[in-house]
T-cell receptor
């Protein structure tokens, strides 16, 4: 199976700190897509970003930024100036056929 | 409207009961999905419907029976479940089922089997 690995099970930071969530993936596909989803306590998975395998440009959206490095098969996610509302489980996922999720990182932002 | 609506939000059932989970979307999406998520685990794919036809069944036991009555609705019929089937059941939809598509998820049904 082509795995997605999120080595950080839990991360705790104090509000306003920056935090990076790591994601490493395996793939045999030439074309594939990478995603990040956020799952707050309410349960709904909220889409954050999608990147295709041909686009290695980093992306910034407000306090969120993503670093895609094909050479290391990594797609890391950074939250700048974290807020309590960022507390959630964050899933990295890869799609060559169906969506395969990593095990998730529980982020807790303390006030 | 970018919502996927699931009902009920919570369900408690005995092992001999028959119940159904419902999912609805009005985004015009033609692919719909059922995922199962155990506590502190990632979602696992169960079924995929594409244009109202079952296209993927990930070796799910027959006590779970999906149904797609039309392009907006997806049901999951439950019968003779086991306690280990207790989990959050998530419905999702996407435009047509293509690899590049993002999935829109509902808030899920938290199922407890006693």
């Amino acid at each position: 199976a082509q795995k997605v690995t999120q080595a950080q099970t839990e991360i705790s930071v104090v509000e306003k700190e920056d935090v990076t969530l790591d994601c490493v993936y395996e793939t045999r596909d030439t074309t594939y897509y990478l995603f990040w989803y956020k799952q707050p306590p309410s349960g709904e998975l909220v889409f954050l970003i999608r990147r295709n395998s041909f686009d290695e440009q980093n992306e910034i959206s407000g306090r969120y930024s993503w670093n895609f490095q094909k050479s290391t098969s990594s797609f890391n996610f950074t939250i700048t100036a974290s807020q309590v509302v960022d507390s959630a489980v964050y899933f990295c996922a890869r799609r060559g056929g169906q969506l395969t999720f990593g095990s998730g990182t529980q982020l807790t932002v303390l006030p | 409207d970018t919502e996927v609506t699931q009902t009920p939000k919570h369900l408690v059932m005995g092992m001999t009961n028959k119940k159904s989970l419902k999912c609805e979307q009005h985004m015009g999406h033609r692919a719909m999905y059922w995922y199962k998520q155990k506590a502190k685990k990632p979602p696992e794919l169960m079924f995929v419907y594409s244009y109202e036809k079952l296209s993927i069944n990930e070796s799910v036991p027959s006590r779970f029976s999906p149904e797609c009555p039309n392009s907006s609705l997806l049901n999951l019929h439950l019968h003779a479940l086991q306690p280990e089937d207790s989990a959050l059941y998530l419905c999702a939809s996407s435009q047509a089922g293509g690899t590049n598509e993002k999935l829109f998820f509902g808030s899920g049904t938290q199922l407890s089997v006693l």
